[in-house]
């Protein structure tokens, strides 16, 4: 079966935990064709953004090209835009209907930090979005006002996809200066990111998981939601699927010490391997999901656990067969 081909439009991590080289390590697990538009180059490790080289909007739109007469994508995810140049050249491609299935993941800011695009560029791009995933502190820049606790990321997931994305994941991962949690952890019982579905807002929540290796996970989330779009998966499915991705791959790298900063995560599910199965993001904490619709767990029949609430050994870093099997299958257990 030839896969289907998901493009990454972002920058270049060259620690390779975020970026063009989380998503096509996201791509390659999940059992999709990545391929990349590269917009900057960035000196990066688990500590530190050092330098950012922007790529030539011209450029930019000479790889698009590229892809689009011969390699043309199913699903594509945006990343780290850069200037606004850059932006309007992405921008014009996706109103030539160059980017189908578009997630718009509006990086302003590392984990670490450095500052590695701008609102307005960003703003450009939501109206052709599919869905977009701002983390608490991008939807707070583009709206213009804070975005704290459950509620207000609910308020916000609901006012970004008024104005232009179909589908908004507020994302809560952030941690404050400190390093503690702000958006997830024992105050909301869990890590929580609220989906805006055109209609209604789900909080989707899963346990937080205590680590410094956090480097790309909003990253990874919007590469995992592209993959499973590119799969057939309708958006909540694909959603409810990359938050149990991520879960799964920071468990998988919670005690891992690449680096000595915030480290990336495990993509590939090679600690669940290695343990033969044994974790679970259910195994530390409880609900699934819930909110103000009810927990409905990741799909049934296309999500990594199955559809069923308990995922212990069954979502996509939940089995004990080799890495390889991950997401090959669009049917849902990925490795049983
Ligand atoms: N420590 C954690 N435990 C559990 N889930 C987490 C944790 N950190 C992030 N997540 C989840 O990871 C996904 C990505 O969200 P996050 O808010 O971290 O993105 P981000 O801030 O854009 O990431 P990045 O640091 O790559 O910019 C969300 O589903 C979020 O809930
Ligand atoms: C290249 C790049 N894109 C995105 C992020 C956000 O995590 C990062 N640190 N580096």
Partial sequence: ??????????????????????????????????????????????????????????????????????????????????????????????????????????????????????????????????VATPNRAEAAAILGRPVAGPDEMAEAARQLGTGGPRYVVVTGGDVDDSGLATG????????????????????????????????????????????????????????????????RALLGARTWSLGSGHGPLDHFGWSDAAAGGSSSPGATDSPSESGPTGGSGPPSGSGPSGGSDSPSGSGPLGGSGPPSGFGSSSTGRLLS
């Avoid at 950012?52 to 699903?75: C, S």
């Avoid at 989707?204 to 990874?220: E, Q």
Wanted: proline share 6%.
């Fill in 1 to 130: 079966m030839t896969p289907p081909v998901v493009l990454t439009v972002a920058g270049s991590d060259s620690g390779a935990g975020a970026g063009i080289q989380a998503d096509l390590k996201v791509f390659a697990a999940l059992g999709v064709y990545g391929t990349s538009v590269i917009t900057a180059v960035t000196a990066q490790n688990t500590h530190q953004v050092r330098a950012v080289f922007p790529v030539a909007a011209a450029m930019v739109t000479e790889q698009l090209t590229a892809l689009a007469g011969d390699l043309p994508p199913v699903a594509v995810k945006t990343g780290m835009l850069g200037d606004a140049a850059v932006a309007a050249a992405v921008a014009a491609a996706a109103r030539a209907g160059l980017l189908p299935n578009l997630v718009v993941d509006p990086v302003l800011v590392s984990t670490s930090g450095a500052r590695l695009g701008v609102v307005d560029a960003i703003e450009r791009l939501l109206p052709y979005a599919l």
């Fill in 184 to 247: 997830g952890g024992e105050a909301f019982g869990g890590a929580v990111d609220a989906l805006w579905t055109g209609t209604e807002v789900r909080l989707l929540r899963r346990p937080w998981v205590p680590t410094r290796n956090t480097h790309g996970t909003g990253c990874s989330f919007s590469a995992a939601i592209a993959a499973r779009l590119a799969l057939g998966d309708q958006v909540p499915d694909a959603v409810a699927f990359a938050k149990e991705y991520v879960t």
